[in-house]
């Protein structure tokens, strides 16, 4: 299930207020439309992009970590980055 339409302009319309008004609309929609919002369950079974926060549950990441988006030094030399993390196997 998604935002219908009017939701999203909603949060759109909110985000002029910050993001005190965005929380207070969040948890109105998360009431009025719960299968909208992502659980921990559901989360568990996502896959990333980018690697997410060590606290968000994730099946696993394709790309490169939060850590490793930052701006290379120059004459650093690149490392090599994984094309899929499967947070199943490398959970300590």
């Known amino acids: 299930m998604y935002l219908n339409p009017q939701e ?3 949060l759109r319309d ?3 207020g910050g993001i005190v008004a965005i929380r207070q609309l969040v948890a109105q929609l998360k009431q009025v ?3 909208a919002f992502h659980t921990e369950q559901t989360l568990a079974t996502r896959m990333f992009f980018h690697g997410p926060p060590p606290s968000t549950p ?3 990441y394709v790309g490169i970590t939060r850590d490793s988006r930052i701006a290379p030094v120059p004459g650093d030399t690149p490392r ?3 094309l899929f993390i499967d947070s199943q196997t490398t959970a300590s």
Do not use: D, M, V, Y
Request: hydrophobic share 20%.
């Open 14 to 16: 909110a985000s002029i």
């Open 58 to 60: 994730c099946k696993g």
């Open 8 to 10: 999203r302009q909603a």
């Open 80 to 82: 090599e980055r994984p």
């Open 33 to 35: 439309n719960p299968q």
